[in-house]
Antibody, heavy 122, light 107 residues
Framework: EVQLVESGGAVVQPGGSLRLSCAAS????????VHWVRQAPGKGLEWVSL????????DYADSVKGRFTISRDNSKNSLYLQMNSLRAEDTALYYC???????????????WGQGTLVTVSS | EIVMTQSPATLSVSPGERATLSCRAS??????LGWYQQKPGQAPRLLIY???ARATGIPARFSGSGSGTEFTLTISSLQSEDFAIYYC?????????FGGGTKVEIK
């Protein structure tokens, strides 16, 4: 069974930093592109970032480019999101999501974690 | 950025009735369109990808259609567990974008 378990969410002040983690199991992690998708309280879904199966390439939403860094450790079946210069508008539930397609990805999300909450507030 | 517009925002349907949800893209996304269901307090669940292919384990009452800029998700006979928010997502172009959602509520 595919499982994705996020951790690291917290309350942080504007301008602060946070590192999110996602532990994956139940599939061959290093075969798949993985993503971060966020959802502000009471709002819709926003794709944040992806990293391809081998960590060779990444992509980001404009809203986080230059502030967030996605990475993975295939030896630990883990995905990370380093979040710097946090803003109030980054407040959201952050989901780790597995791409449906192996290799470079198909950019649809067939498994999701339960999310970890990031609150940016003074 | 491709803007995805879903309509209606809220759909009131009686159990057993048919529900038709629409999703429109601001430019063509070919068939690179997915649909997700989200219930309160839960993560989204993939229903449809490639505009019409059902994801693993999704009941046949869910069907997707369309291509280009106009897409439809149809739930043929609504069950109690289908009352939720539904999102479309395009993956034809960067950045990946979602629609604002359609809430399907009990009439």
């Amino acid at each position: 069974e595919v499982q994705l378990v996020e951790s690291g969410g917290a309350v942080v002040q504007p301008g602060g930093s946070l590192r999110l983690s996602c532990a994956a199991s139940g599939f061959t992690f290093d075969d798949y592109t993985v993503h971060w998708v966020r959802q502000a309280p009471g709002k819709g879904l926003e794709w944040v970032s992806l990293i391809r199966f081998d960590g060779g390439s990444t992509d980001y939403a404009d809203s986080v480019k230059g502030r967030f860094t996605i990475s993975r450790d295939n030896s630990k079946n883990s995905l990370y999101l380093q979040m710097n210069s946090l803003r109030a508008e980054d407040t959201a539930l952050y989901y780790c999501a597995k791409d449906i397609g192996s290799g470079s990805g198909s950019y649809t999300f067939d498994h999701w974690g339960q999310g970890t909450l990031v609150t940016v507030s003074s | 950025e491709i803007v995805m517009t879903q309509s209606p925002a809220t759909l009131s349907v009686s159990p057993g009735e048919r529900a038709t949800l629409s999703c429109r893209a601001s430019q063509s996304v070919s068939s690179n369109l997915g649909w997700y269901q989200q219930k309160p307090g839960q993560a989204p669940r993939l229903l449809i990808y490639g505009a019409y292919a059902r994801a693993t384990g999704i009941p046949a009452r869910f069907s997707g259609s369309g291509s280009g800029t106009e897409f439809t998700l149809t739930i043929s006979s609504l069950q109690s567990e289908d009352f939720a928010i539904y999102y479309c997502q395009q993956y034809d172009n960067w950045p990946l974008t979602f629609g604002g959602g359609t809430k399907v509520e009990i009439k």
